[in-house]
């Protein structure tokens, strides 16, 4: 007996994407080259991040970067098998079917009905682009649901850039498809501890993505204006 049912809302065109300047970009259906949430998002972080990586120091900041990688993928795919059905126990490490058995009661409680899993996204308007975790019907309500790992417990105040992926998400979903999912749910794996779900409306975070997009555009052009000028001379 299948514990999750599933229906599409929608059919999605596959995206390519590879590695562009350190950013992930996603090619559209039209040609157009949109950068992922996650690099817009990251593009705010570079300061913090250099700031933790000279505090730990280079090989340790490498080590725990590839492990919350690898722990991420893992878990996330363990995710997906598991609401696809499948069986979820192959080819992983005992460490991370652990922490996911953490969200199994999570999964269990709350989904019943899978619409879609690892869509890529995108927006016109926006010109942005990105792959989503999982929209479901939580507990009664759509919802665009993500997966995350951590190493500790997070304060709400410290997760604001999940928010906003996760509002970038529904904003794509709606634009490619008409239907309008403002419920965001982040689910959060924790090592040796009890996981954290945390339901938010994209209606608070919405205008703050969009002023970091518009924000993060402005970097990118000015960055273009400055290796055309390196290139050729000055603009007169």
Same mark, same amino acid.
């Given at each position: 007996?299948?514990?999750?049912?599933?229906?599409?809302?929608?059919?999605?065109?596959?995206?390519?994407?590879?590695?562009?300047?350190?950013?992930?970009?996603?090619?559209?259906?039209?040609?157009?080259?949109?950068?992922?949430?996650?690099?817009?998002?990251?593009?705010?972080?570079?300061?913090?991040?250099?700031?933790?990586?000279?505090?730990?120091?280079?090989?340790?900041?490498?080590?725990?970067?590839?492990?919350?990688?690898?722990?991420?993928?893992?878990?996330?795919?363990?995710?997906?098998?598991?609401?696809?059905?499948?069986?979820?126990?192959?080819?992983?490490?005992?460490?991370?079917?652990?922490?996911?058995?953490?969200?199994?009661?999570?999964?269990?409680?709350?989904?019943?009905?899978?619409?879609?899993?690892?869509?890529?996204?995108?927006?016109?308007?926006?010109?942005?682009?990105?792959r989503v975790d999982c929209v479901c019907n939580?507990?009664?309500?759509?919802?665009?649901?993500?997966?995350?790992?951590?190493?500790?417990?997070?304060?709400?105040?410290?997760?604001?850039?999940?928010?906003?992926?996760?509002?970038?998400?529904?904003?794509?979903?709606?634009?490619? !498809?008409?239907?309008?999912?403002? %419920? =965001?749910?982040?689910?959060? &794996?924790?090592? @040796? #501890? +009890?996981?954290?779900?945390?339901?938010?409306?994209?209606?608070?975070? !919405?205008?703050?993505?969009?002023? %970091? =997009?518009?924000?993060?555009? &402005?970097?990118? @052009? #000015? +960055?273009?204006?400055?290796?055309?000028?390196?290139?050729?001379?000055?603009?007169?």
């Open positions: 007996m299948e514990l999750f049912k599933h229906k599409k809302l929608a059919e999605f065109e596959k995206l390519k994407s590879k590695n562009e300047d350190g950013r992930r970009v996603y090619l559209t259906p039209s040609g157009e080259k949109y950068p992922s949430i996650t690099s817009v998002l990251g593009y705010f972080k570079k300061a913090s991040i250099q700031e933790w990586r000279d505090r730990v120091g280079a090989e340790e900041a490498n080590k725990i970067s590839t492990q919350s990688s690898r722990r991420g993928t893992a878990v996330h795919q363990i995710c997906e098998d598991y609401l696809n059905n499948k069986d979820y126990t192959l080819k992983h490490m005992p460490s991370n079917l652990a922490m996911f058995r953490t969200l199994k009661p999570i999964l269990d409680e709350n989904i019943k009905t899978v619409y879609h899993q690892e869509v890529p996204l995108y927006s016109d308007k926006l010109q942005i682009a990105g939580w507990n009664g309500e759509d919802a665009i649901v993500d997966f995350k790992t951590s190493r500790k417990i997070k304060k709400r105040a410290w997760i604001t850039d999940y928010f906003l992926q996760g509002t970038a998400y529904s904003l794509m979903f709606e634009s490619l !498809t008409g239907i309008h999912i403002p %419920k =965001i749910v982040i689910v959060m &794996a924790i090592d @040796n #501890e +009890k996981p954290a779900v945390y339901e938010e409306s994209i209606y608070q975070w !919405t205008a703050q993505l969009l002023d %970091k =997009i518009e924000r993060y555009k &402005a970097y990118v @052009n #000015e +960055k273009r204006v400055y290796q055309y000028i390196e290139e050729n001379g000055a603009l007169i």
